[in-house]
Each structure stands twice: as structure tokens, then as C-alpha cells.
């Protein structure tokens, strides 16, 4: 549990500082080369553990309680997830998946606040395989009171990205966020040296 949240930490710590970040462009793509990479980027299935984990997922153990599955409301299947009024700012983080730096890819997500207008950033970070961070992209968004669907797009990523992970920076707010169809995809594979 320490290490996990160690790791929380650290990642907090880079995401909070830009620099060096990509900004990732909101495009709109419909022809994917690969399935979905994040596991459980629709909230249906496993739900909530006993253990305060989402599968899939990382939070760090001062935000579990502010998440949970809503089944009542969702942007496509049968549920999605709640966030509600975190006291600070909270990540969630994607489990890590596999990258290839002759790719582009996609990420697609869907949100809505409950009452009123919510800024989120999206980051998508690549890694060697040993854990250091090769490609940073980001964007910002505003979370409206209705279903959105938003689309961004990465560059080809840099040489040695071995893995990936999204994560999600909720700020601090006195509202309800739902998200559902958090997705990556390989959208294009070019024979890149």
C-alpha cells in the first residue's frame, strides 16, 4: 500500500508542473486499428472491490470514498463513475497497456457534471520499460451539465515508449462528475524508424 502510494504521489507531483507536455489535439477519428486498451474504461465490470480498489484503475486511498459506481446514470452500457465533491484535487489512473512509439493514438472519453461546469485535464504519458517517461501529452477540458464525448489525438510517440497510462485530474469542487467510455486506441501505424 505504501508503494501505491508513493507512486500516486509521484505522479501527482509531475502532472501538477506542464512543462514539457504536448498539448494533445481534440479530433475526431472513427476508424480504430486496435481495441480499447484501458481496462474497464467503461465501469462495467468488477465494480468497487472490498479492498478500495476499481478494477482497472488507481486512486490514491484518500479519494476511494469520493468514487463509486453510479448505475443510474451512464453515457453508453450500463454504468459510469461517480466523483463526488472531492475535498482536493484527485487522479485517476489507468492501468498501464502496452505502446509502440510507431503509432497514434486515440483517446476518447465521455463526462457530465451534475451541476454545474467542471475543468479536468487529460494526460496520456508513455514509459520504457523501466518506468522512466518518454512521451507527455496533455489537455484540458471543461465538463458540462449535460453528456459530452470528447476525442483527442496523439503524435507518434517517442522512441523506447513501452507503456502508457491516462490520467484523469479532477480539481477540487463542491459538484458531481460522472465519467464513462474512457478508451485509448492505436489510430494509426506507420512503419516509423
Not at 486498451?37 to 470514498?65: A, M, R, V
Not at 489512473?93 to 465521455?110: C, D, E, K, Q
Not at 475543468?119 to 514509459?127: D, M, Q, S
Request: with cysteine.
Amino acid at each position: 500500500m505504501m508503494k501505491k502510494s508513493l507512486f500516486l504521489l509521484f505522479f501527482a507531483i509531475i502532472l501538477t508542473s506542464c512543462s514539457n507536455f504536448k498539448k494533445m489535439r481534440q479530433e475526431n477519428f472513427s476508424k480504430t486499428l486496435s481495441k480499447n486498451l484501458i481496462e474497464n474504461g467503461d465501469f462495467e465490470i468488477n465494480q468497487e472491490q472490498d479492498d478500495n480498489t476499481l478494477t482497472g484503475w488507481l486512486l490514491d486511498k484518500d479519494s476511494f470514498d469520493k468514487v463509486s459506481i453510479d448505475s443510474t446514470r451512464s453515457f453508453t452500457g450500463s454504468n459510469s463513475l461517480k466523483i463526488s465533491q472531492p475535498s482536493r484535487e484527485m487522479q485517476l489512473i489507468s492501468h498501464p497497456f502496452p505502446t509502440n512509439h510507431r503509432n497514434v493514438y486515440g483517446i476518447t472519453l465521455a463526462a457530465k457534471s451534475v451541476l454545474k461546469k467542471i475543468p479536468i485535464a487529460v494526460h496520456f504519458l508513455t514509459f520504457s520499460d523501466n518506468g522512466k517517461i518518454i512521451s507527455k501529452y496533455y489537455t484540458n477540458i471543461t465538463v458540462d451539465t449535460k453528456w459530452q464525448s470528447f476525442n483527442f489525438v496523439s503524435d507518434h510517440l517517442k522512441v523506447n515508449s513501452e507503456f502508457g497510462r491516462v490520467f484523469i485530474t479532477i480539481p477540487k469542487n463542491d459538484s458531481v462528475l460522472l465519467l464513462d467510455d474512457i478508451n485509448c486506441f492505436i489510430i494509426d501505424a506507420h512503419q516509423k524508424k
